[in-house]
């Protein structure tokens, strides 16, 4: 991280790790905000413009990366879910990208994280999946209509990344059990956020100033064979009984 890169670390919880992102910003350098919003609230997103701005004076780049909601099958979802799940994803998305506009000069980078969960049936992620394919869409969408301004606006596919998650799947992972997912993985090995965040810095970079409106998997080349999913999608479902 460059020392011109200061940074806005937001959280919802956990601000012991919000601080720990900021400190190792301020290590590199810059200087770094910490700000609490809650996603679904666009008032506190308001607030949490205003101050970065206040702070910084401009904002150059956006990255979303949020995603929230029931891991259940659809067909047993409730309104609810889908409600909770498209306000985190998709509607904080849009509402922030309005508020950082007025305020991001050309030049400037918008990336959102999706997933493998928008193009494949993931277990119990169907409604994730569908917000973050929605996700994908807007991303089209705003790098026509940002093309002028020269702000750039990009995607991320993650494959599957070693987080807390994953790494729980692994213990509740019975002994000599085989693990469908890695073994479809043609690069051998689950990514690491490092990798994820390094394609991240370069759809920011100058480097990547004629990148726009585009889409990157960044997933070991899980979804050039296909990946594992129908498998544990049936596997999944039978448990459940459905």
């Given at each position: 991280m460059a020392k011109d890169h200061d940074v806005v670390v937001h959280y919802r919880r956990r601000p012991e790790e919000a601080e720990a992102a900021a400190t190792i910003a301020r290590t590199c350098g810059a200087q770094a905000l910490v700000c609490r919003a809650e996603l679904e609230n666009p008032a506190e997103l308001e607030e949490m413009i205003t101050a970065a701005v206040a702070t910084f004076g401009r904002i150059d780049t956006f990255v979303a990366n949020a995603a929230a909601g029931a891991f259940l099958p659809v067909v047993v979802s409730k309104p609810?879910?889908?409600?909770?799940?498209?306000?985190?994803?998709?509607?904080?998305?849009?509402?922030?990208?309005?508020?950082?506009?007025?305020?991001?000069?050309?030049g400037g980078r918008i990336v959102a994280v999706s997933g493998l969960d928008s193009r494949y049936a993931v277990v119990n992620h169907g409604l994730i999946g569908a917000a973050k394919a929605a996700l994908e869409s807007l991303v089209r969408n705003l790098a026509v209509e940002l093309g002028e301004r020269q702000i750039t606006v990009n995607s991320v596919v993650p494959g599957s990344v070693m987080t807390e998650s994953l790494e729980y799947a692994h213990r509740t992972r019975l002994d000599g059990e085989s693990d469908p997912l890695l073994d479809s993985i043609p690069l051998g090995r689950y990514a690491q956020p490092e990798d994820i965040a390094a394609v991240i810095v370069f759809l920011c970079s100058t480097a990547a100033s004629y990148v726009s409106g585009t889409s990157v998997a960044v997933d070991g080349g899980l979804s050039a064979g296909g990946g594992p999913w129908a498998v544990l999608q049936r596997k999944a479902l039978q448990q459940q009984g459905l």
């Amino acid at each position: 991280m460059a020392k011109d890169h200061d940074v806005v670390v937001h959280y919802r919880r956990r601000p012991e790790e919000a601080e720990a992102a900021a400190t190792i910003a301020r290590t590199c350098g810059a200087q770094a905000l910490v700000c609490r919003a809650e996603l679904e609230n666009p008032a506190e997103l308001e607030e949490m413009i205003t101050a970065a701005v206040a702070t910084f004076g401009r904002i150059d780049t956006f990255v979303a990366n949020a995603a929230a909601g029931a891991f259940l099958p659809v067909v047993v979802s409730k309104p609810h879910h889908v409600e909770r799940t498209l306000r985190t994803i998709v509607n904080s998305f849009t509402d922030l990208v309005r508020l950082v506009l007025p305020h991001m000069p050309a030049g400037g980078r918008i990336v959102a994280v999706s997933g493998l969960d928008s193009r494949y049936a993931v277990v119990n992620h169907g409604l994730i999946g569908a917000a973050k394919a929605a996700l994908e869409s807007l991303v089209r969408n705003l790098a026509v209509e940002l093309g002028e301004r020269q702000i750039t606006v990009n995607s991320v596919v993650p494959g599957s990344v070693m987080t807390e998650s994953l790494e729980y799947a692994h213990r509740t992972r019975l002994d000599g059990e085989s693990d469908p997912l890695l073994d479809s993985i043609p690069l051998g090995r689950y990514a690491q956020p490092e990798d994820i965040a390094a394609v991240i810095v370069f759809l920011c970079s100058t480097a990547a100033s004629y990148v726009s409106g585009t889409s990157v998997a960044v997933d070991g080349g899980l979804s050039a064979g296909g990946g594992p999913w129908a498998v544990l999608q049936r596997k999944a479902l039978q448990q459940q009984g459905l």
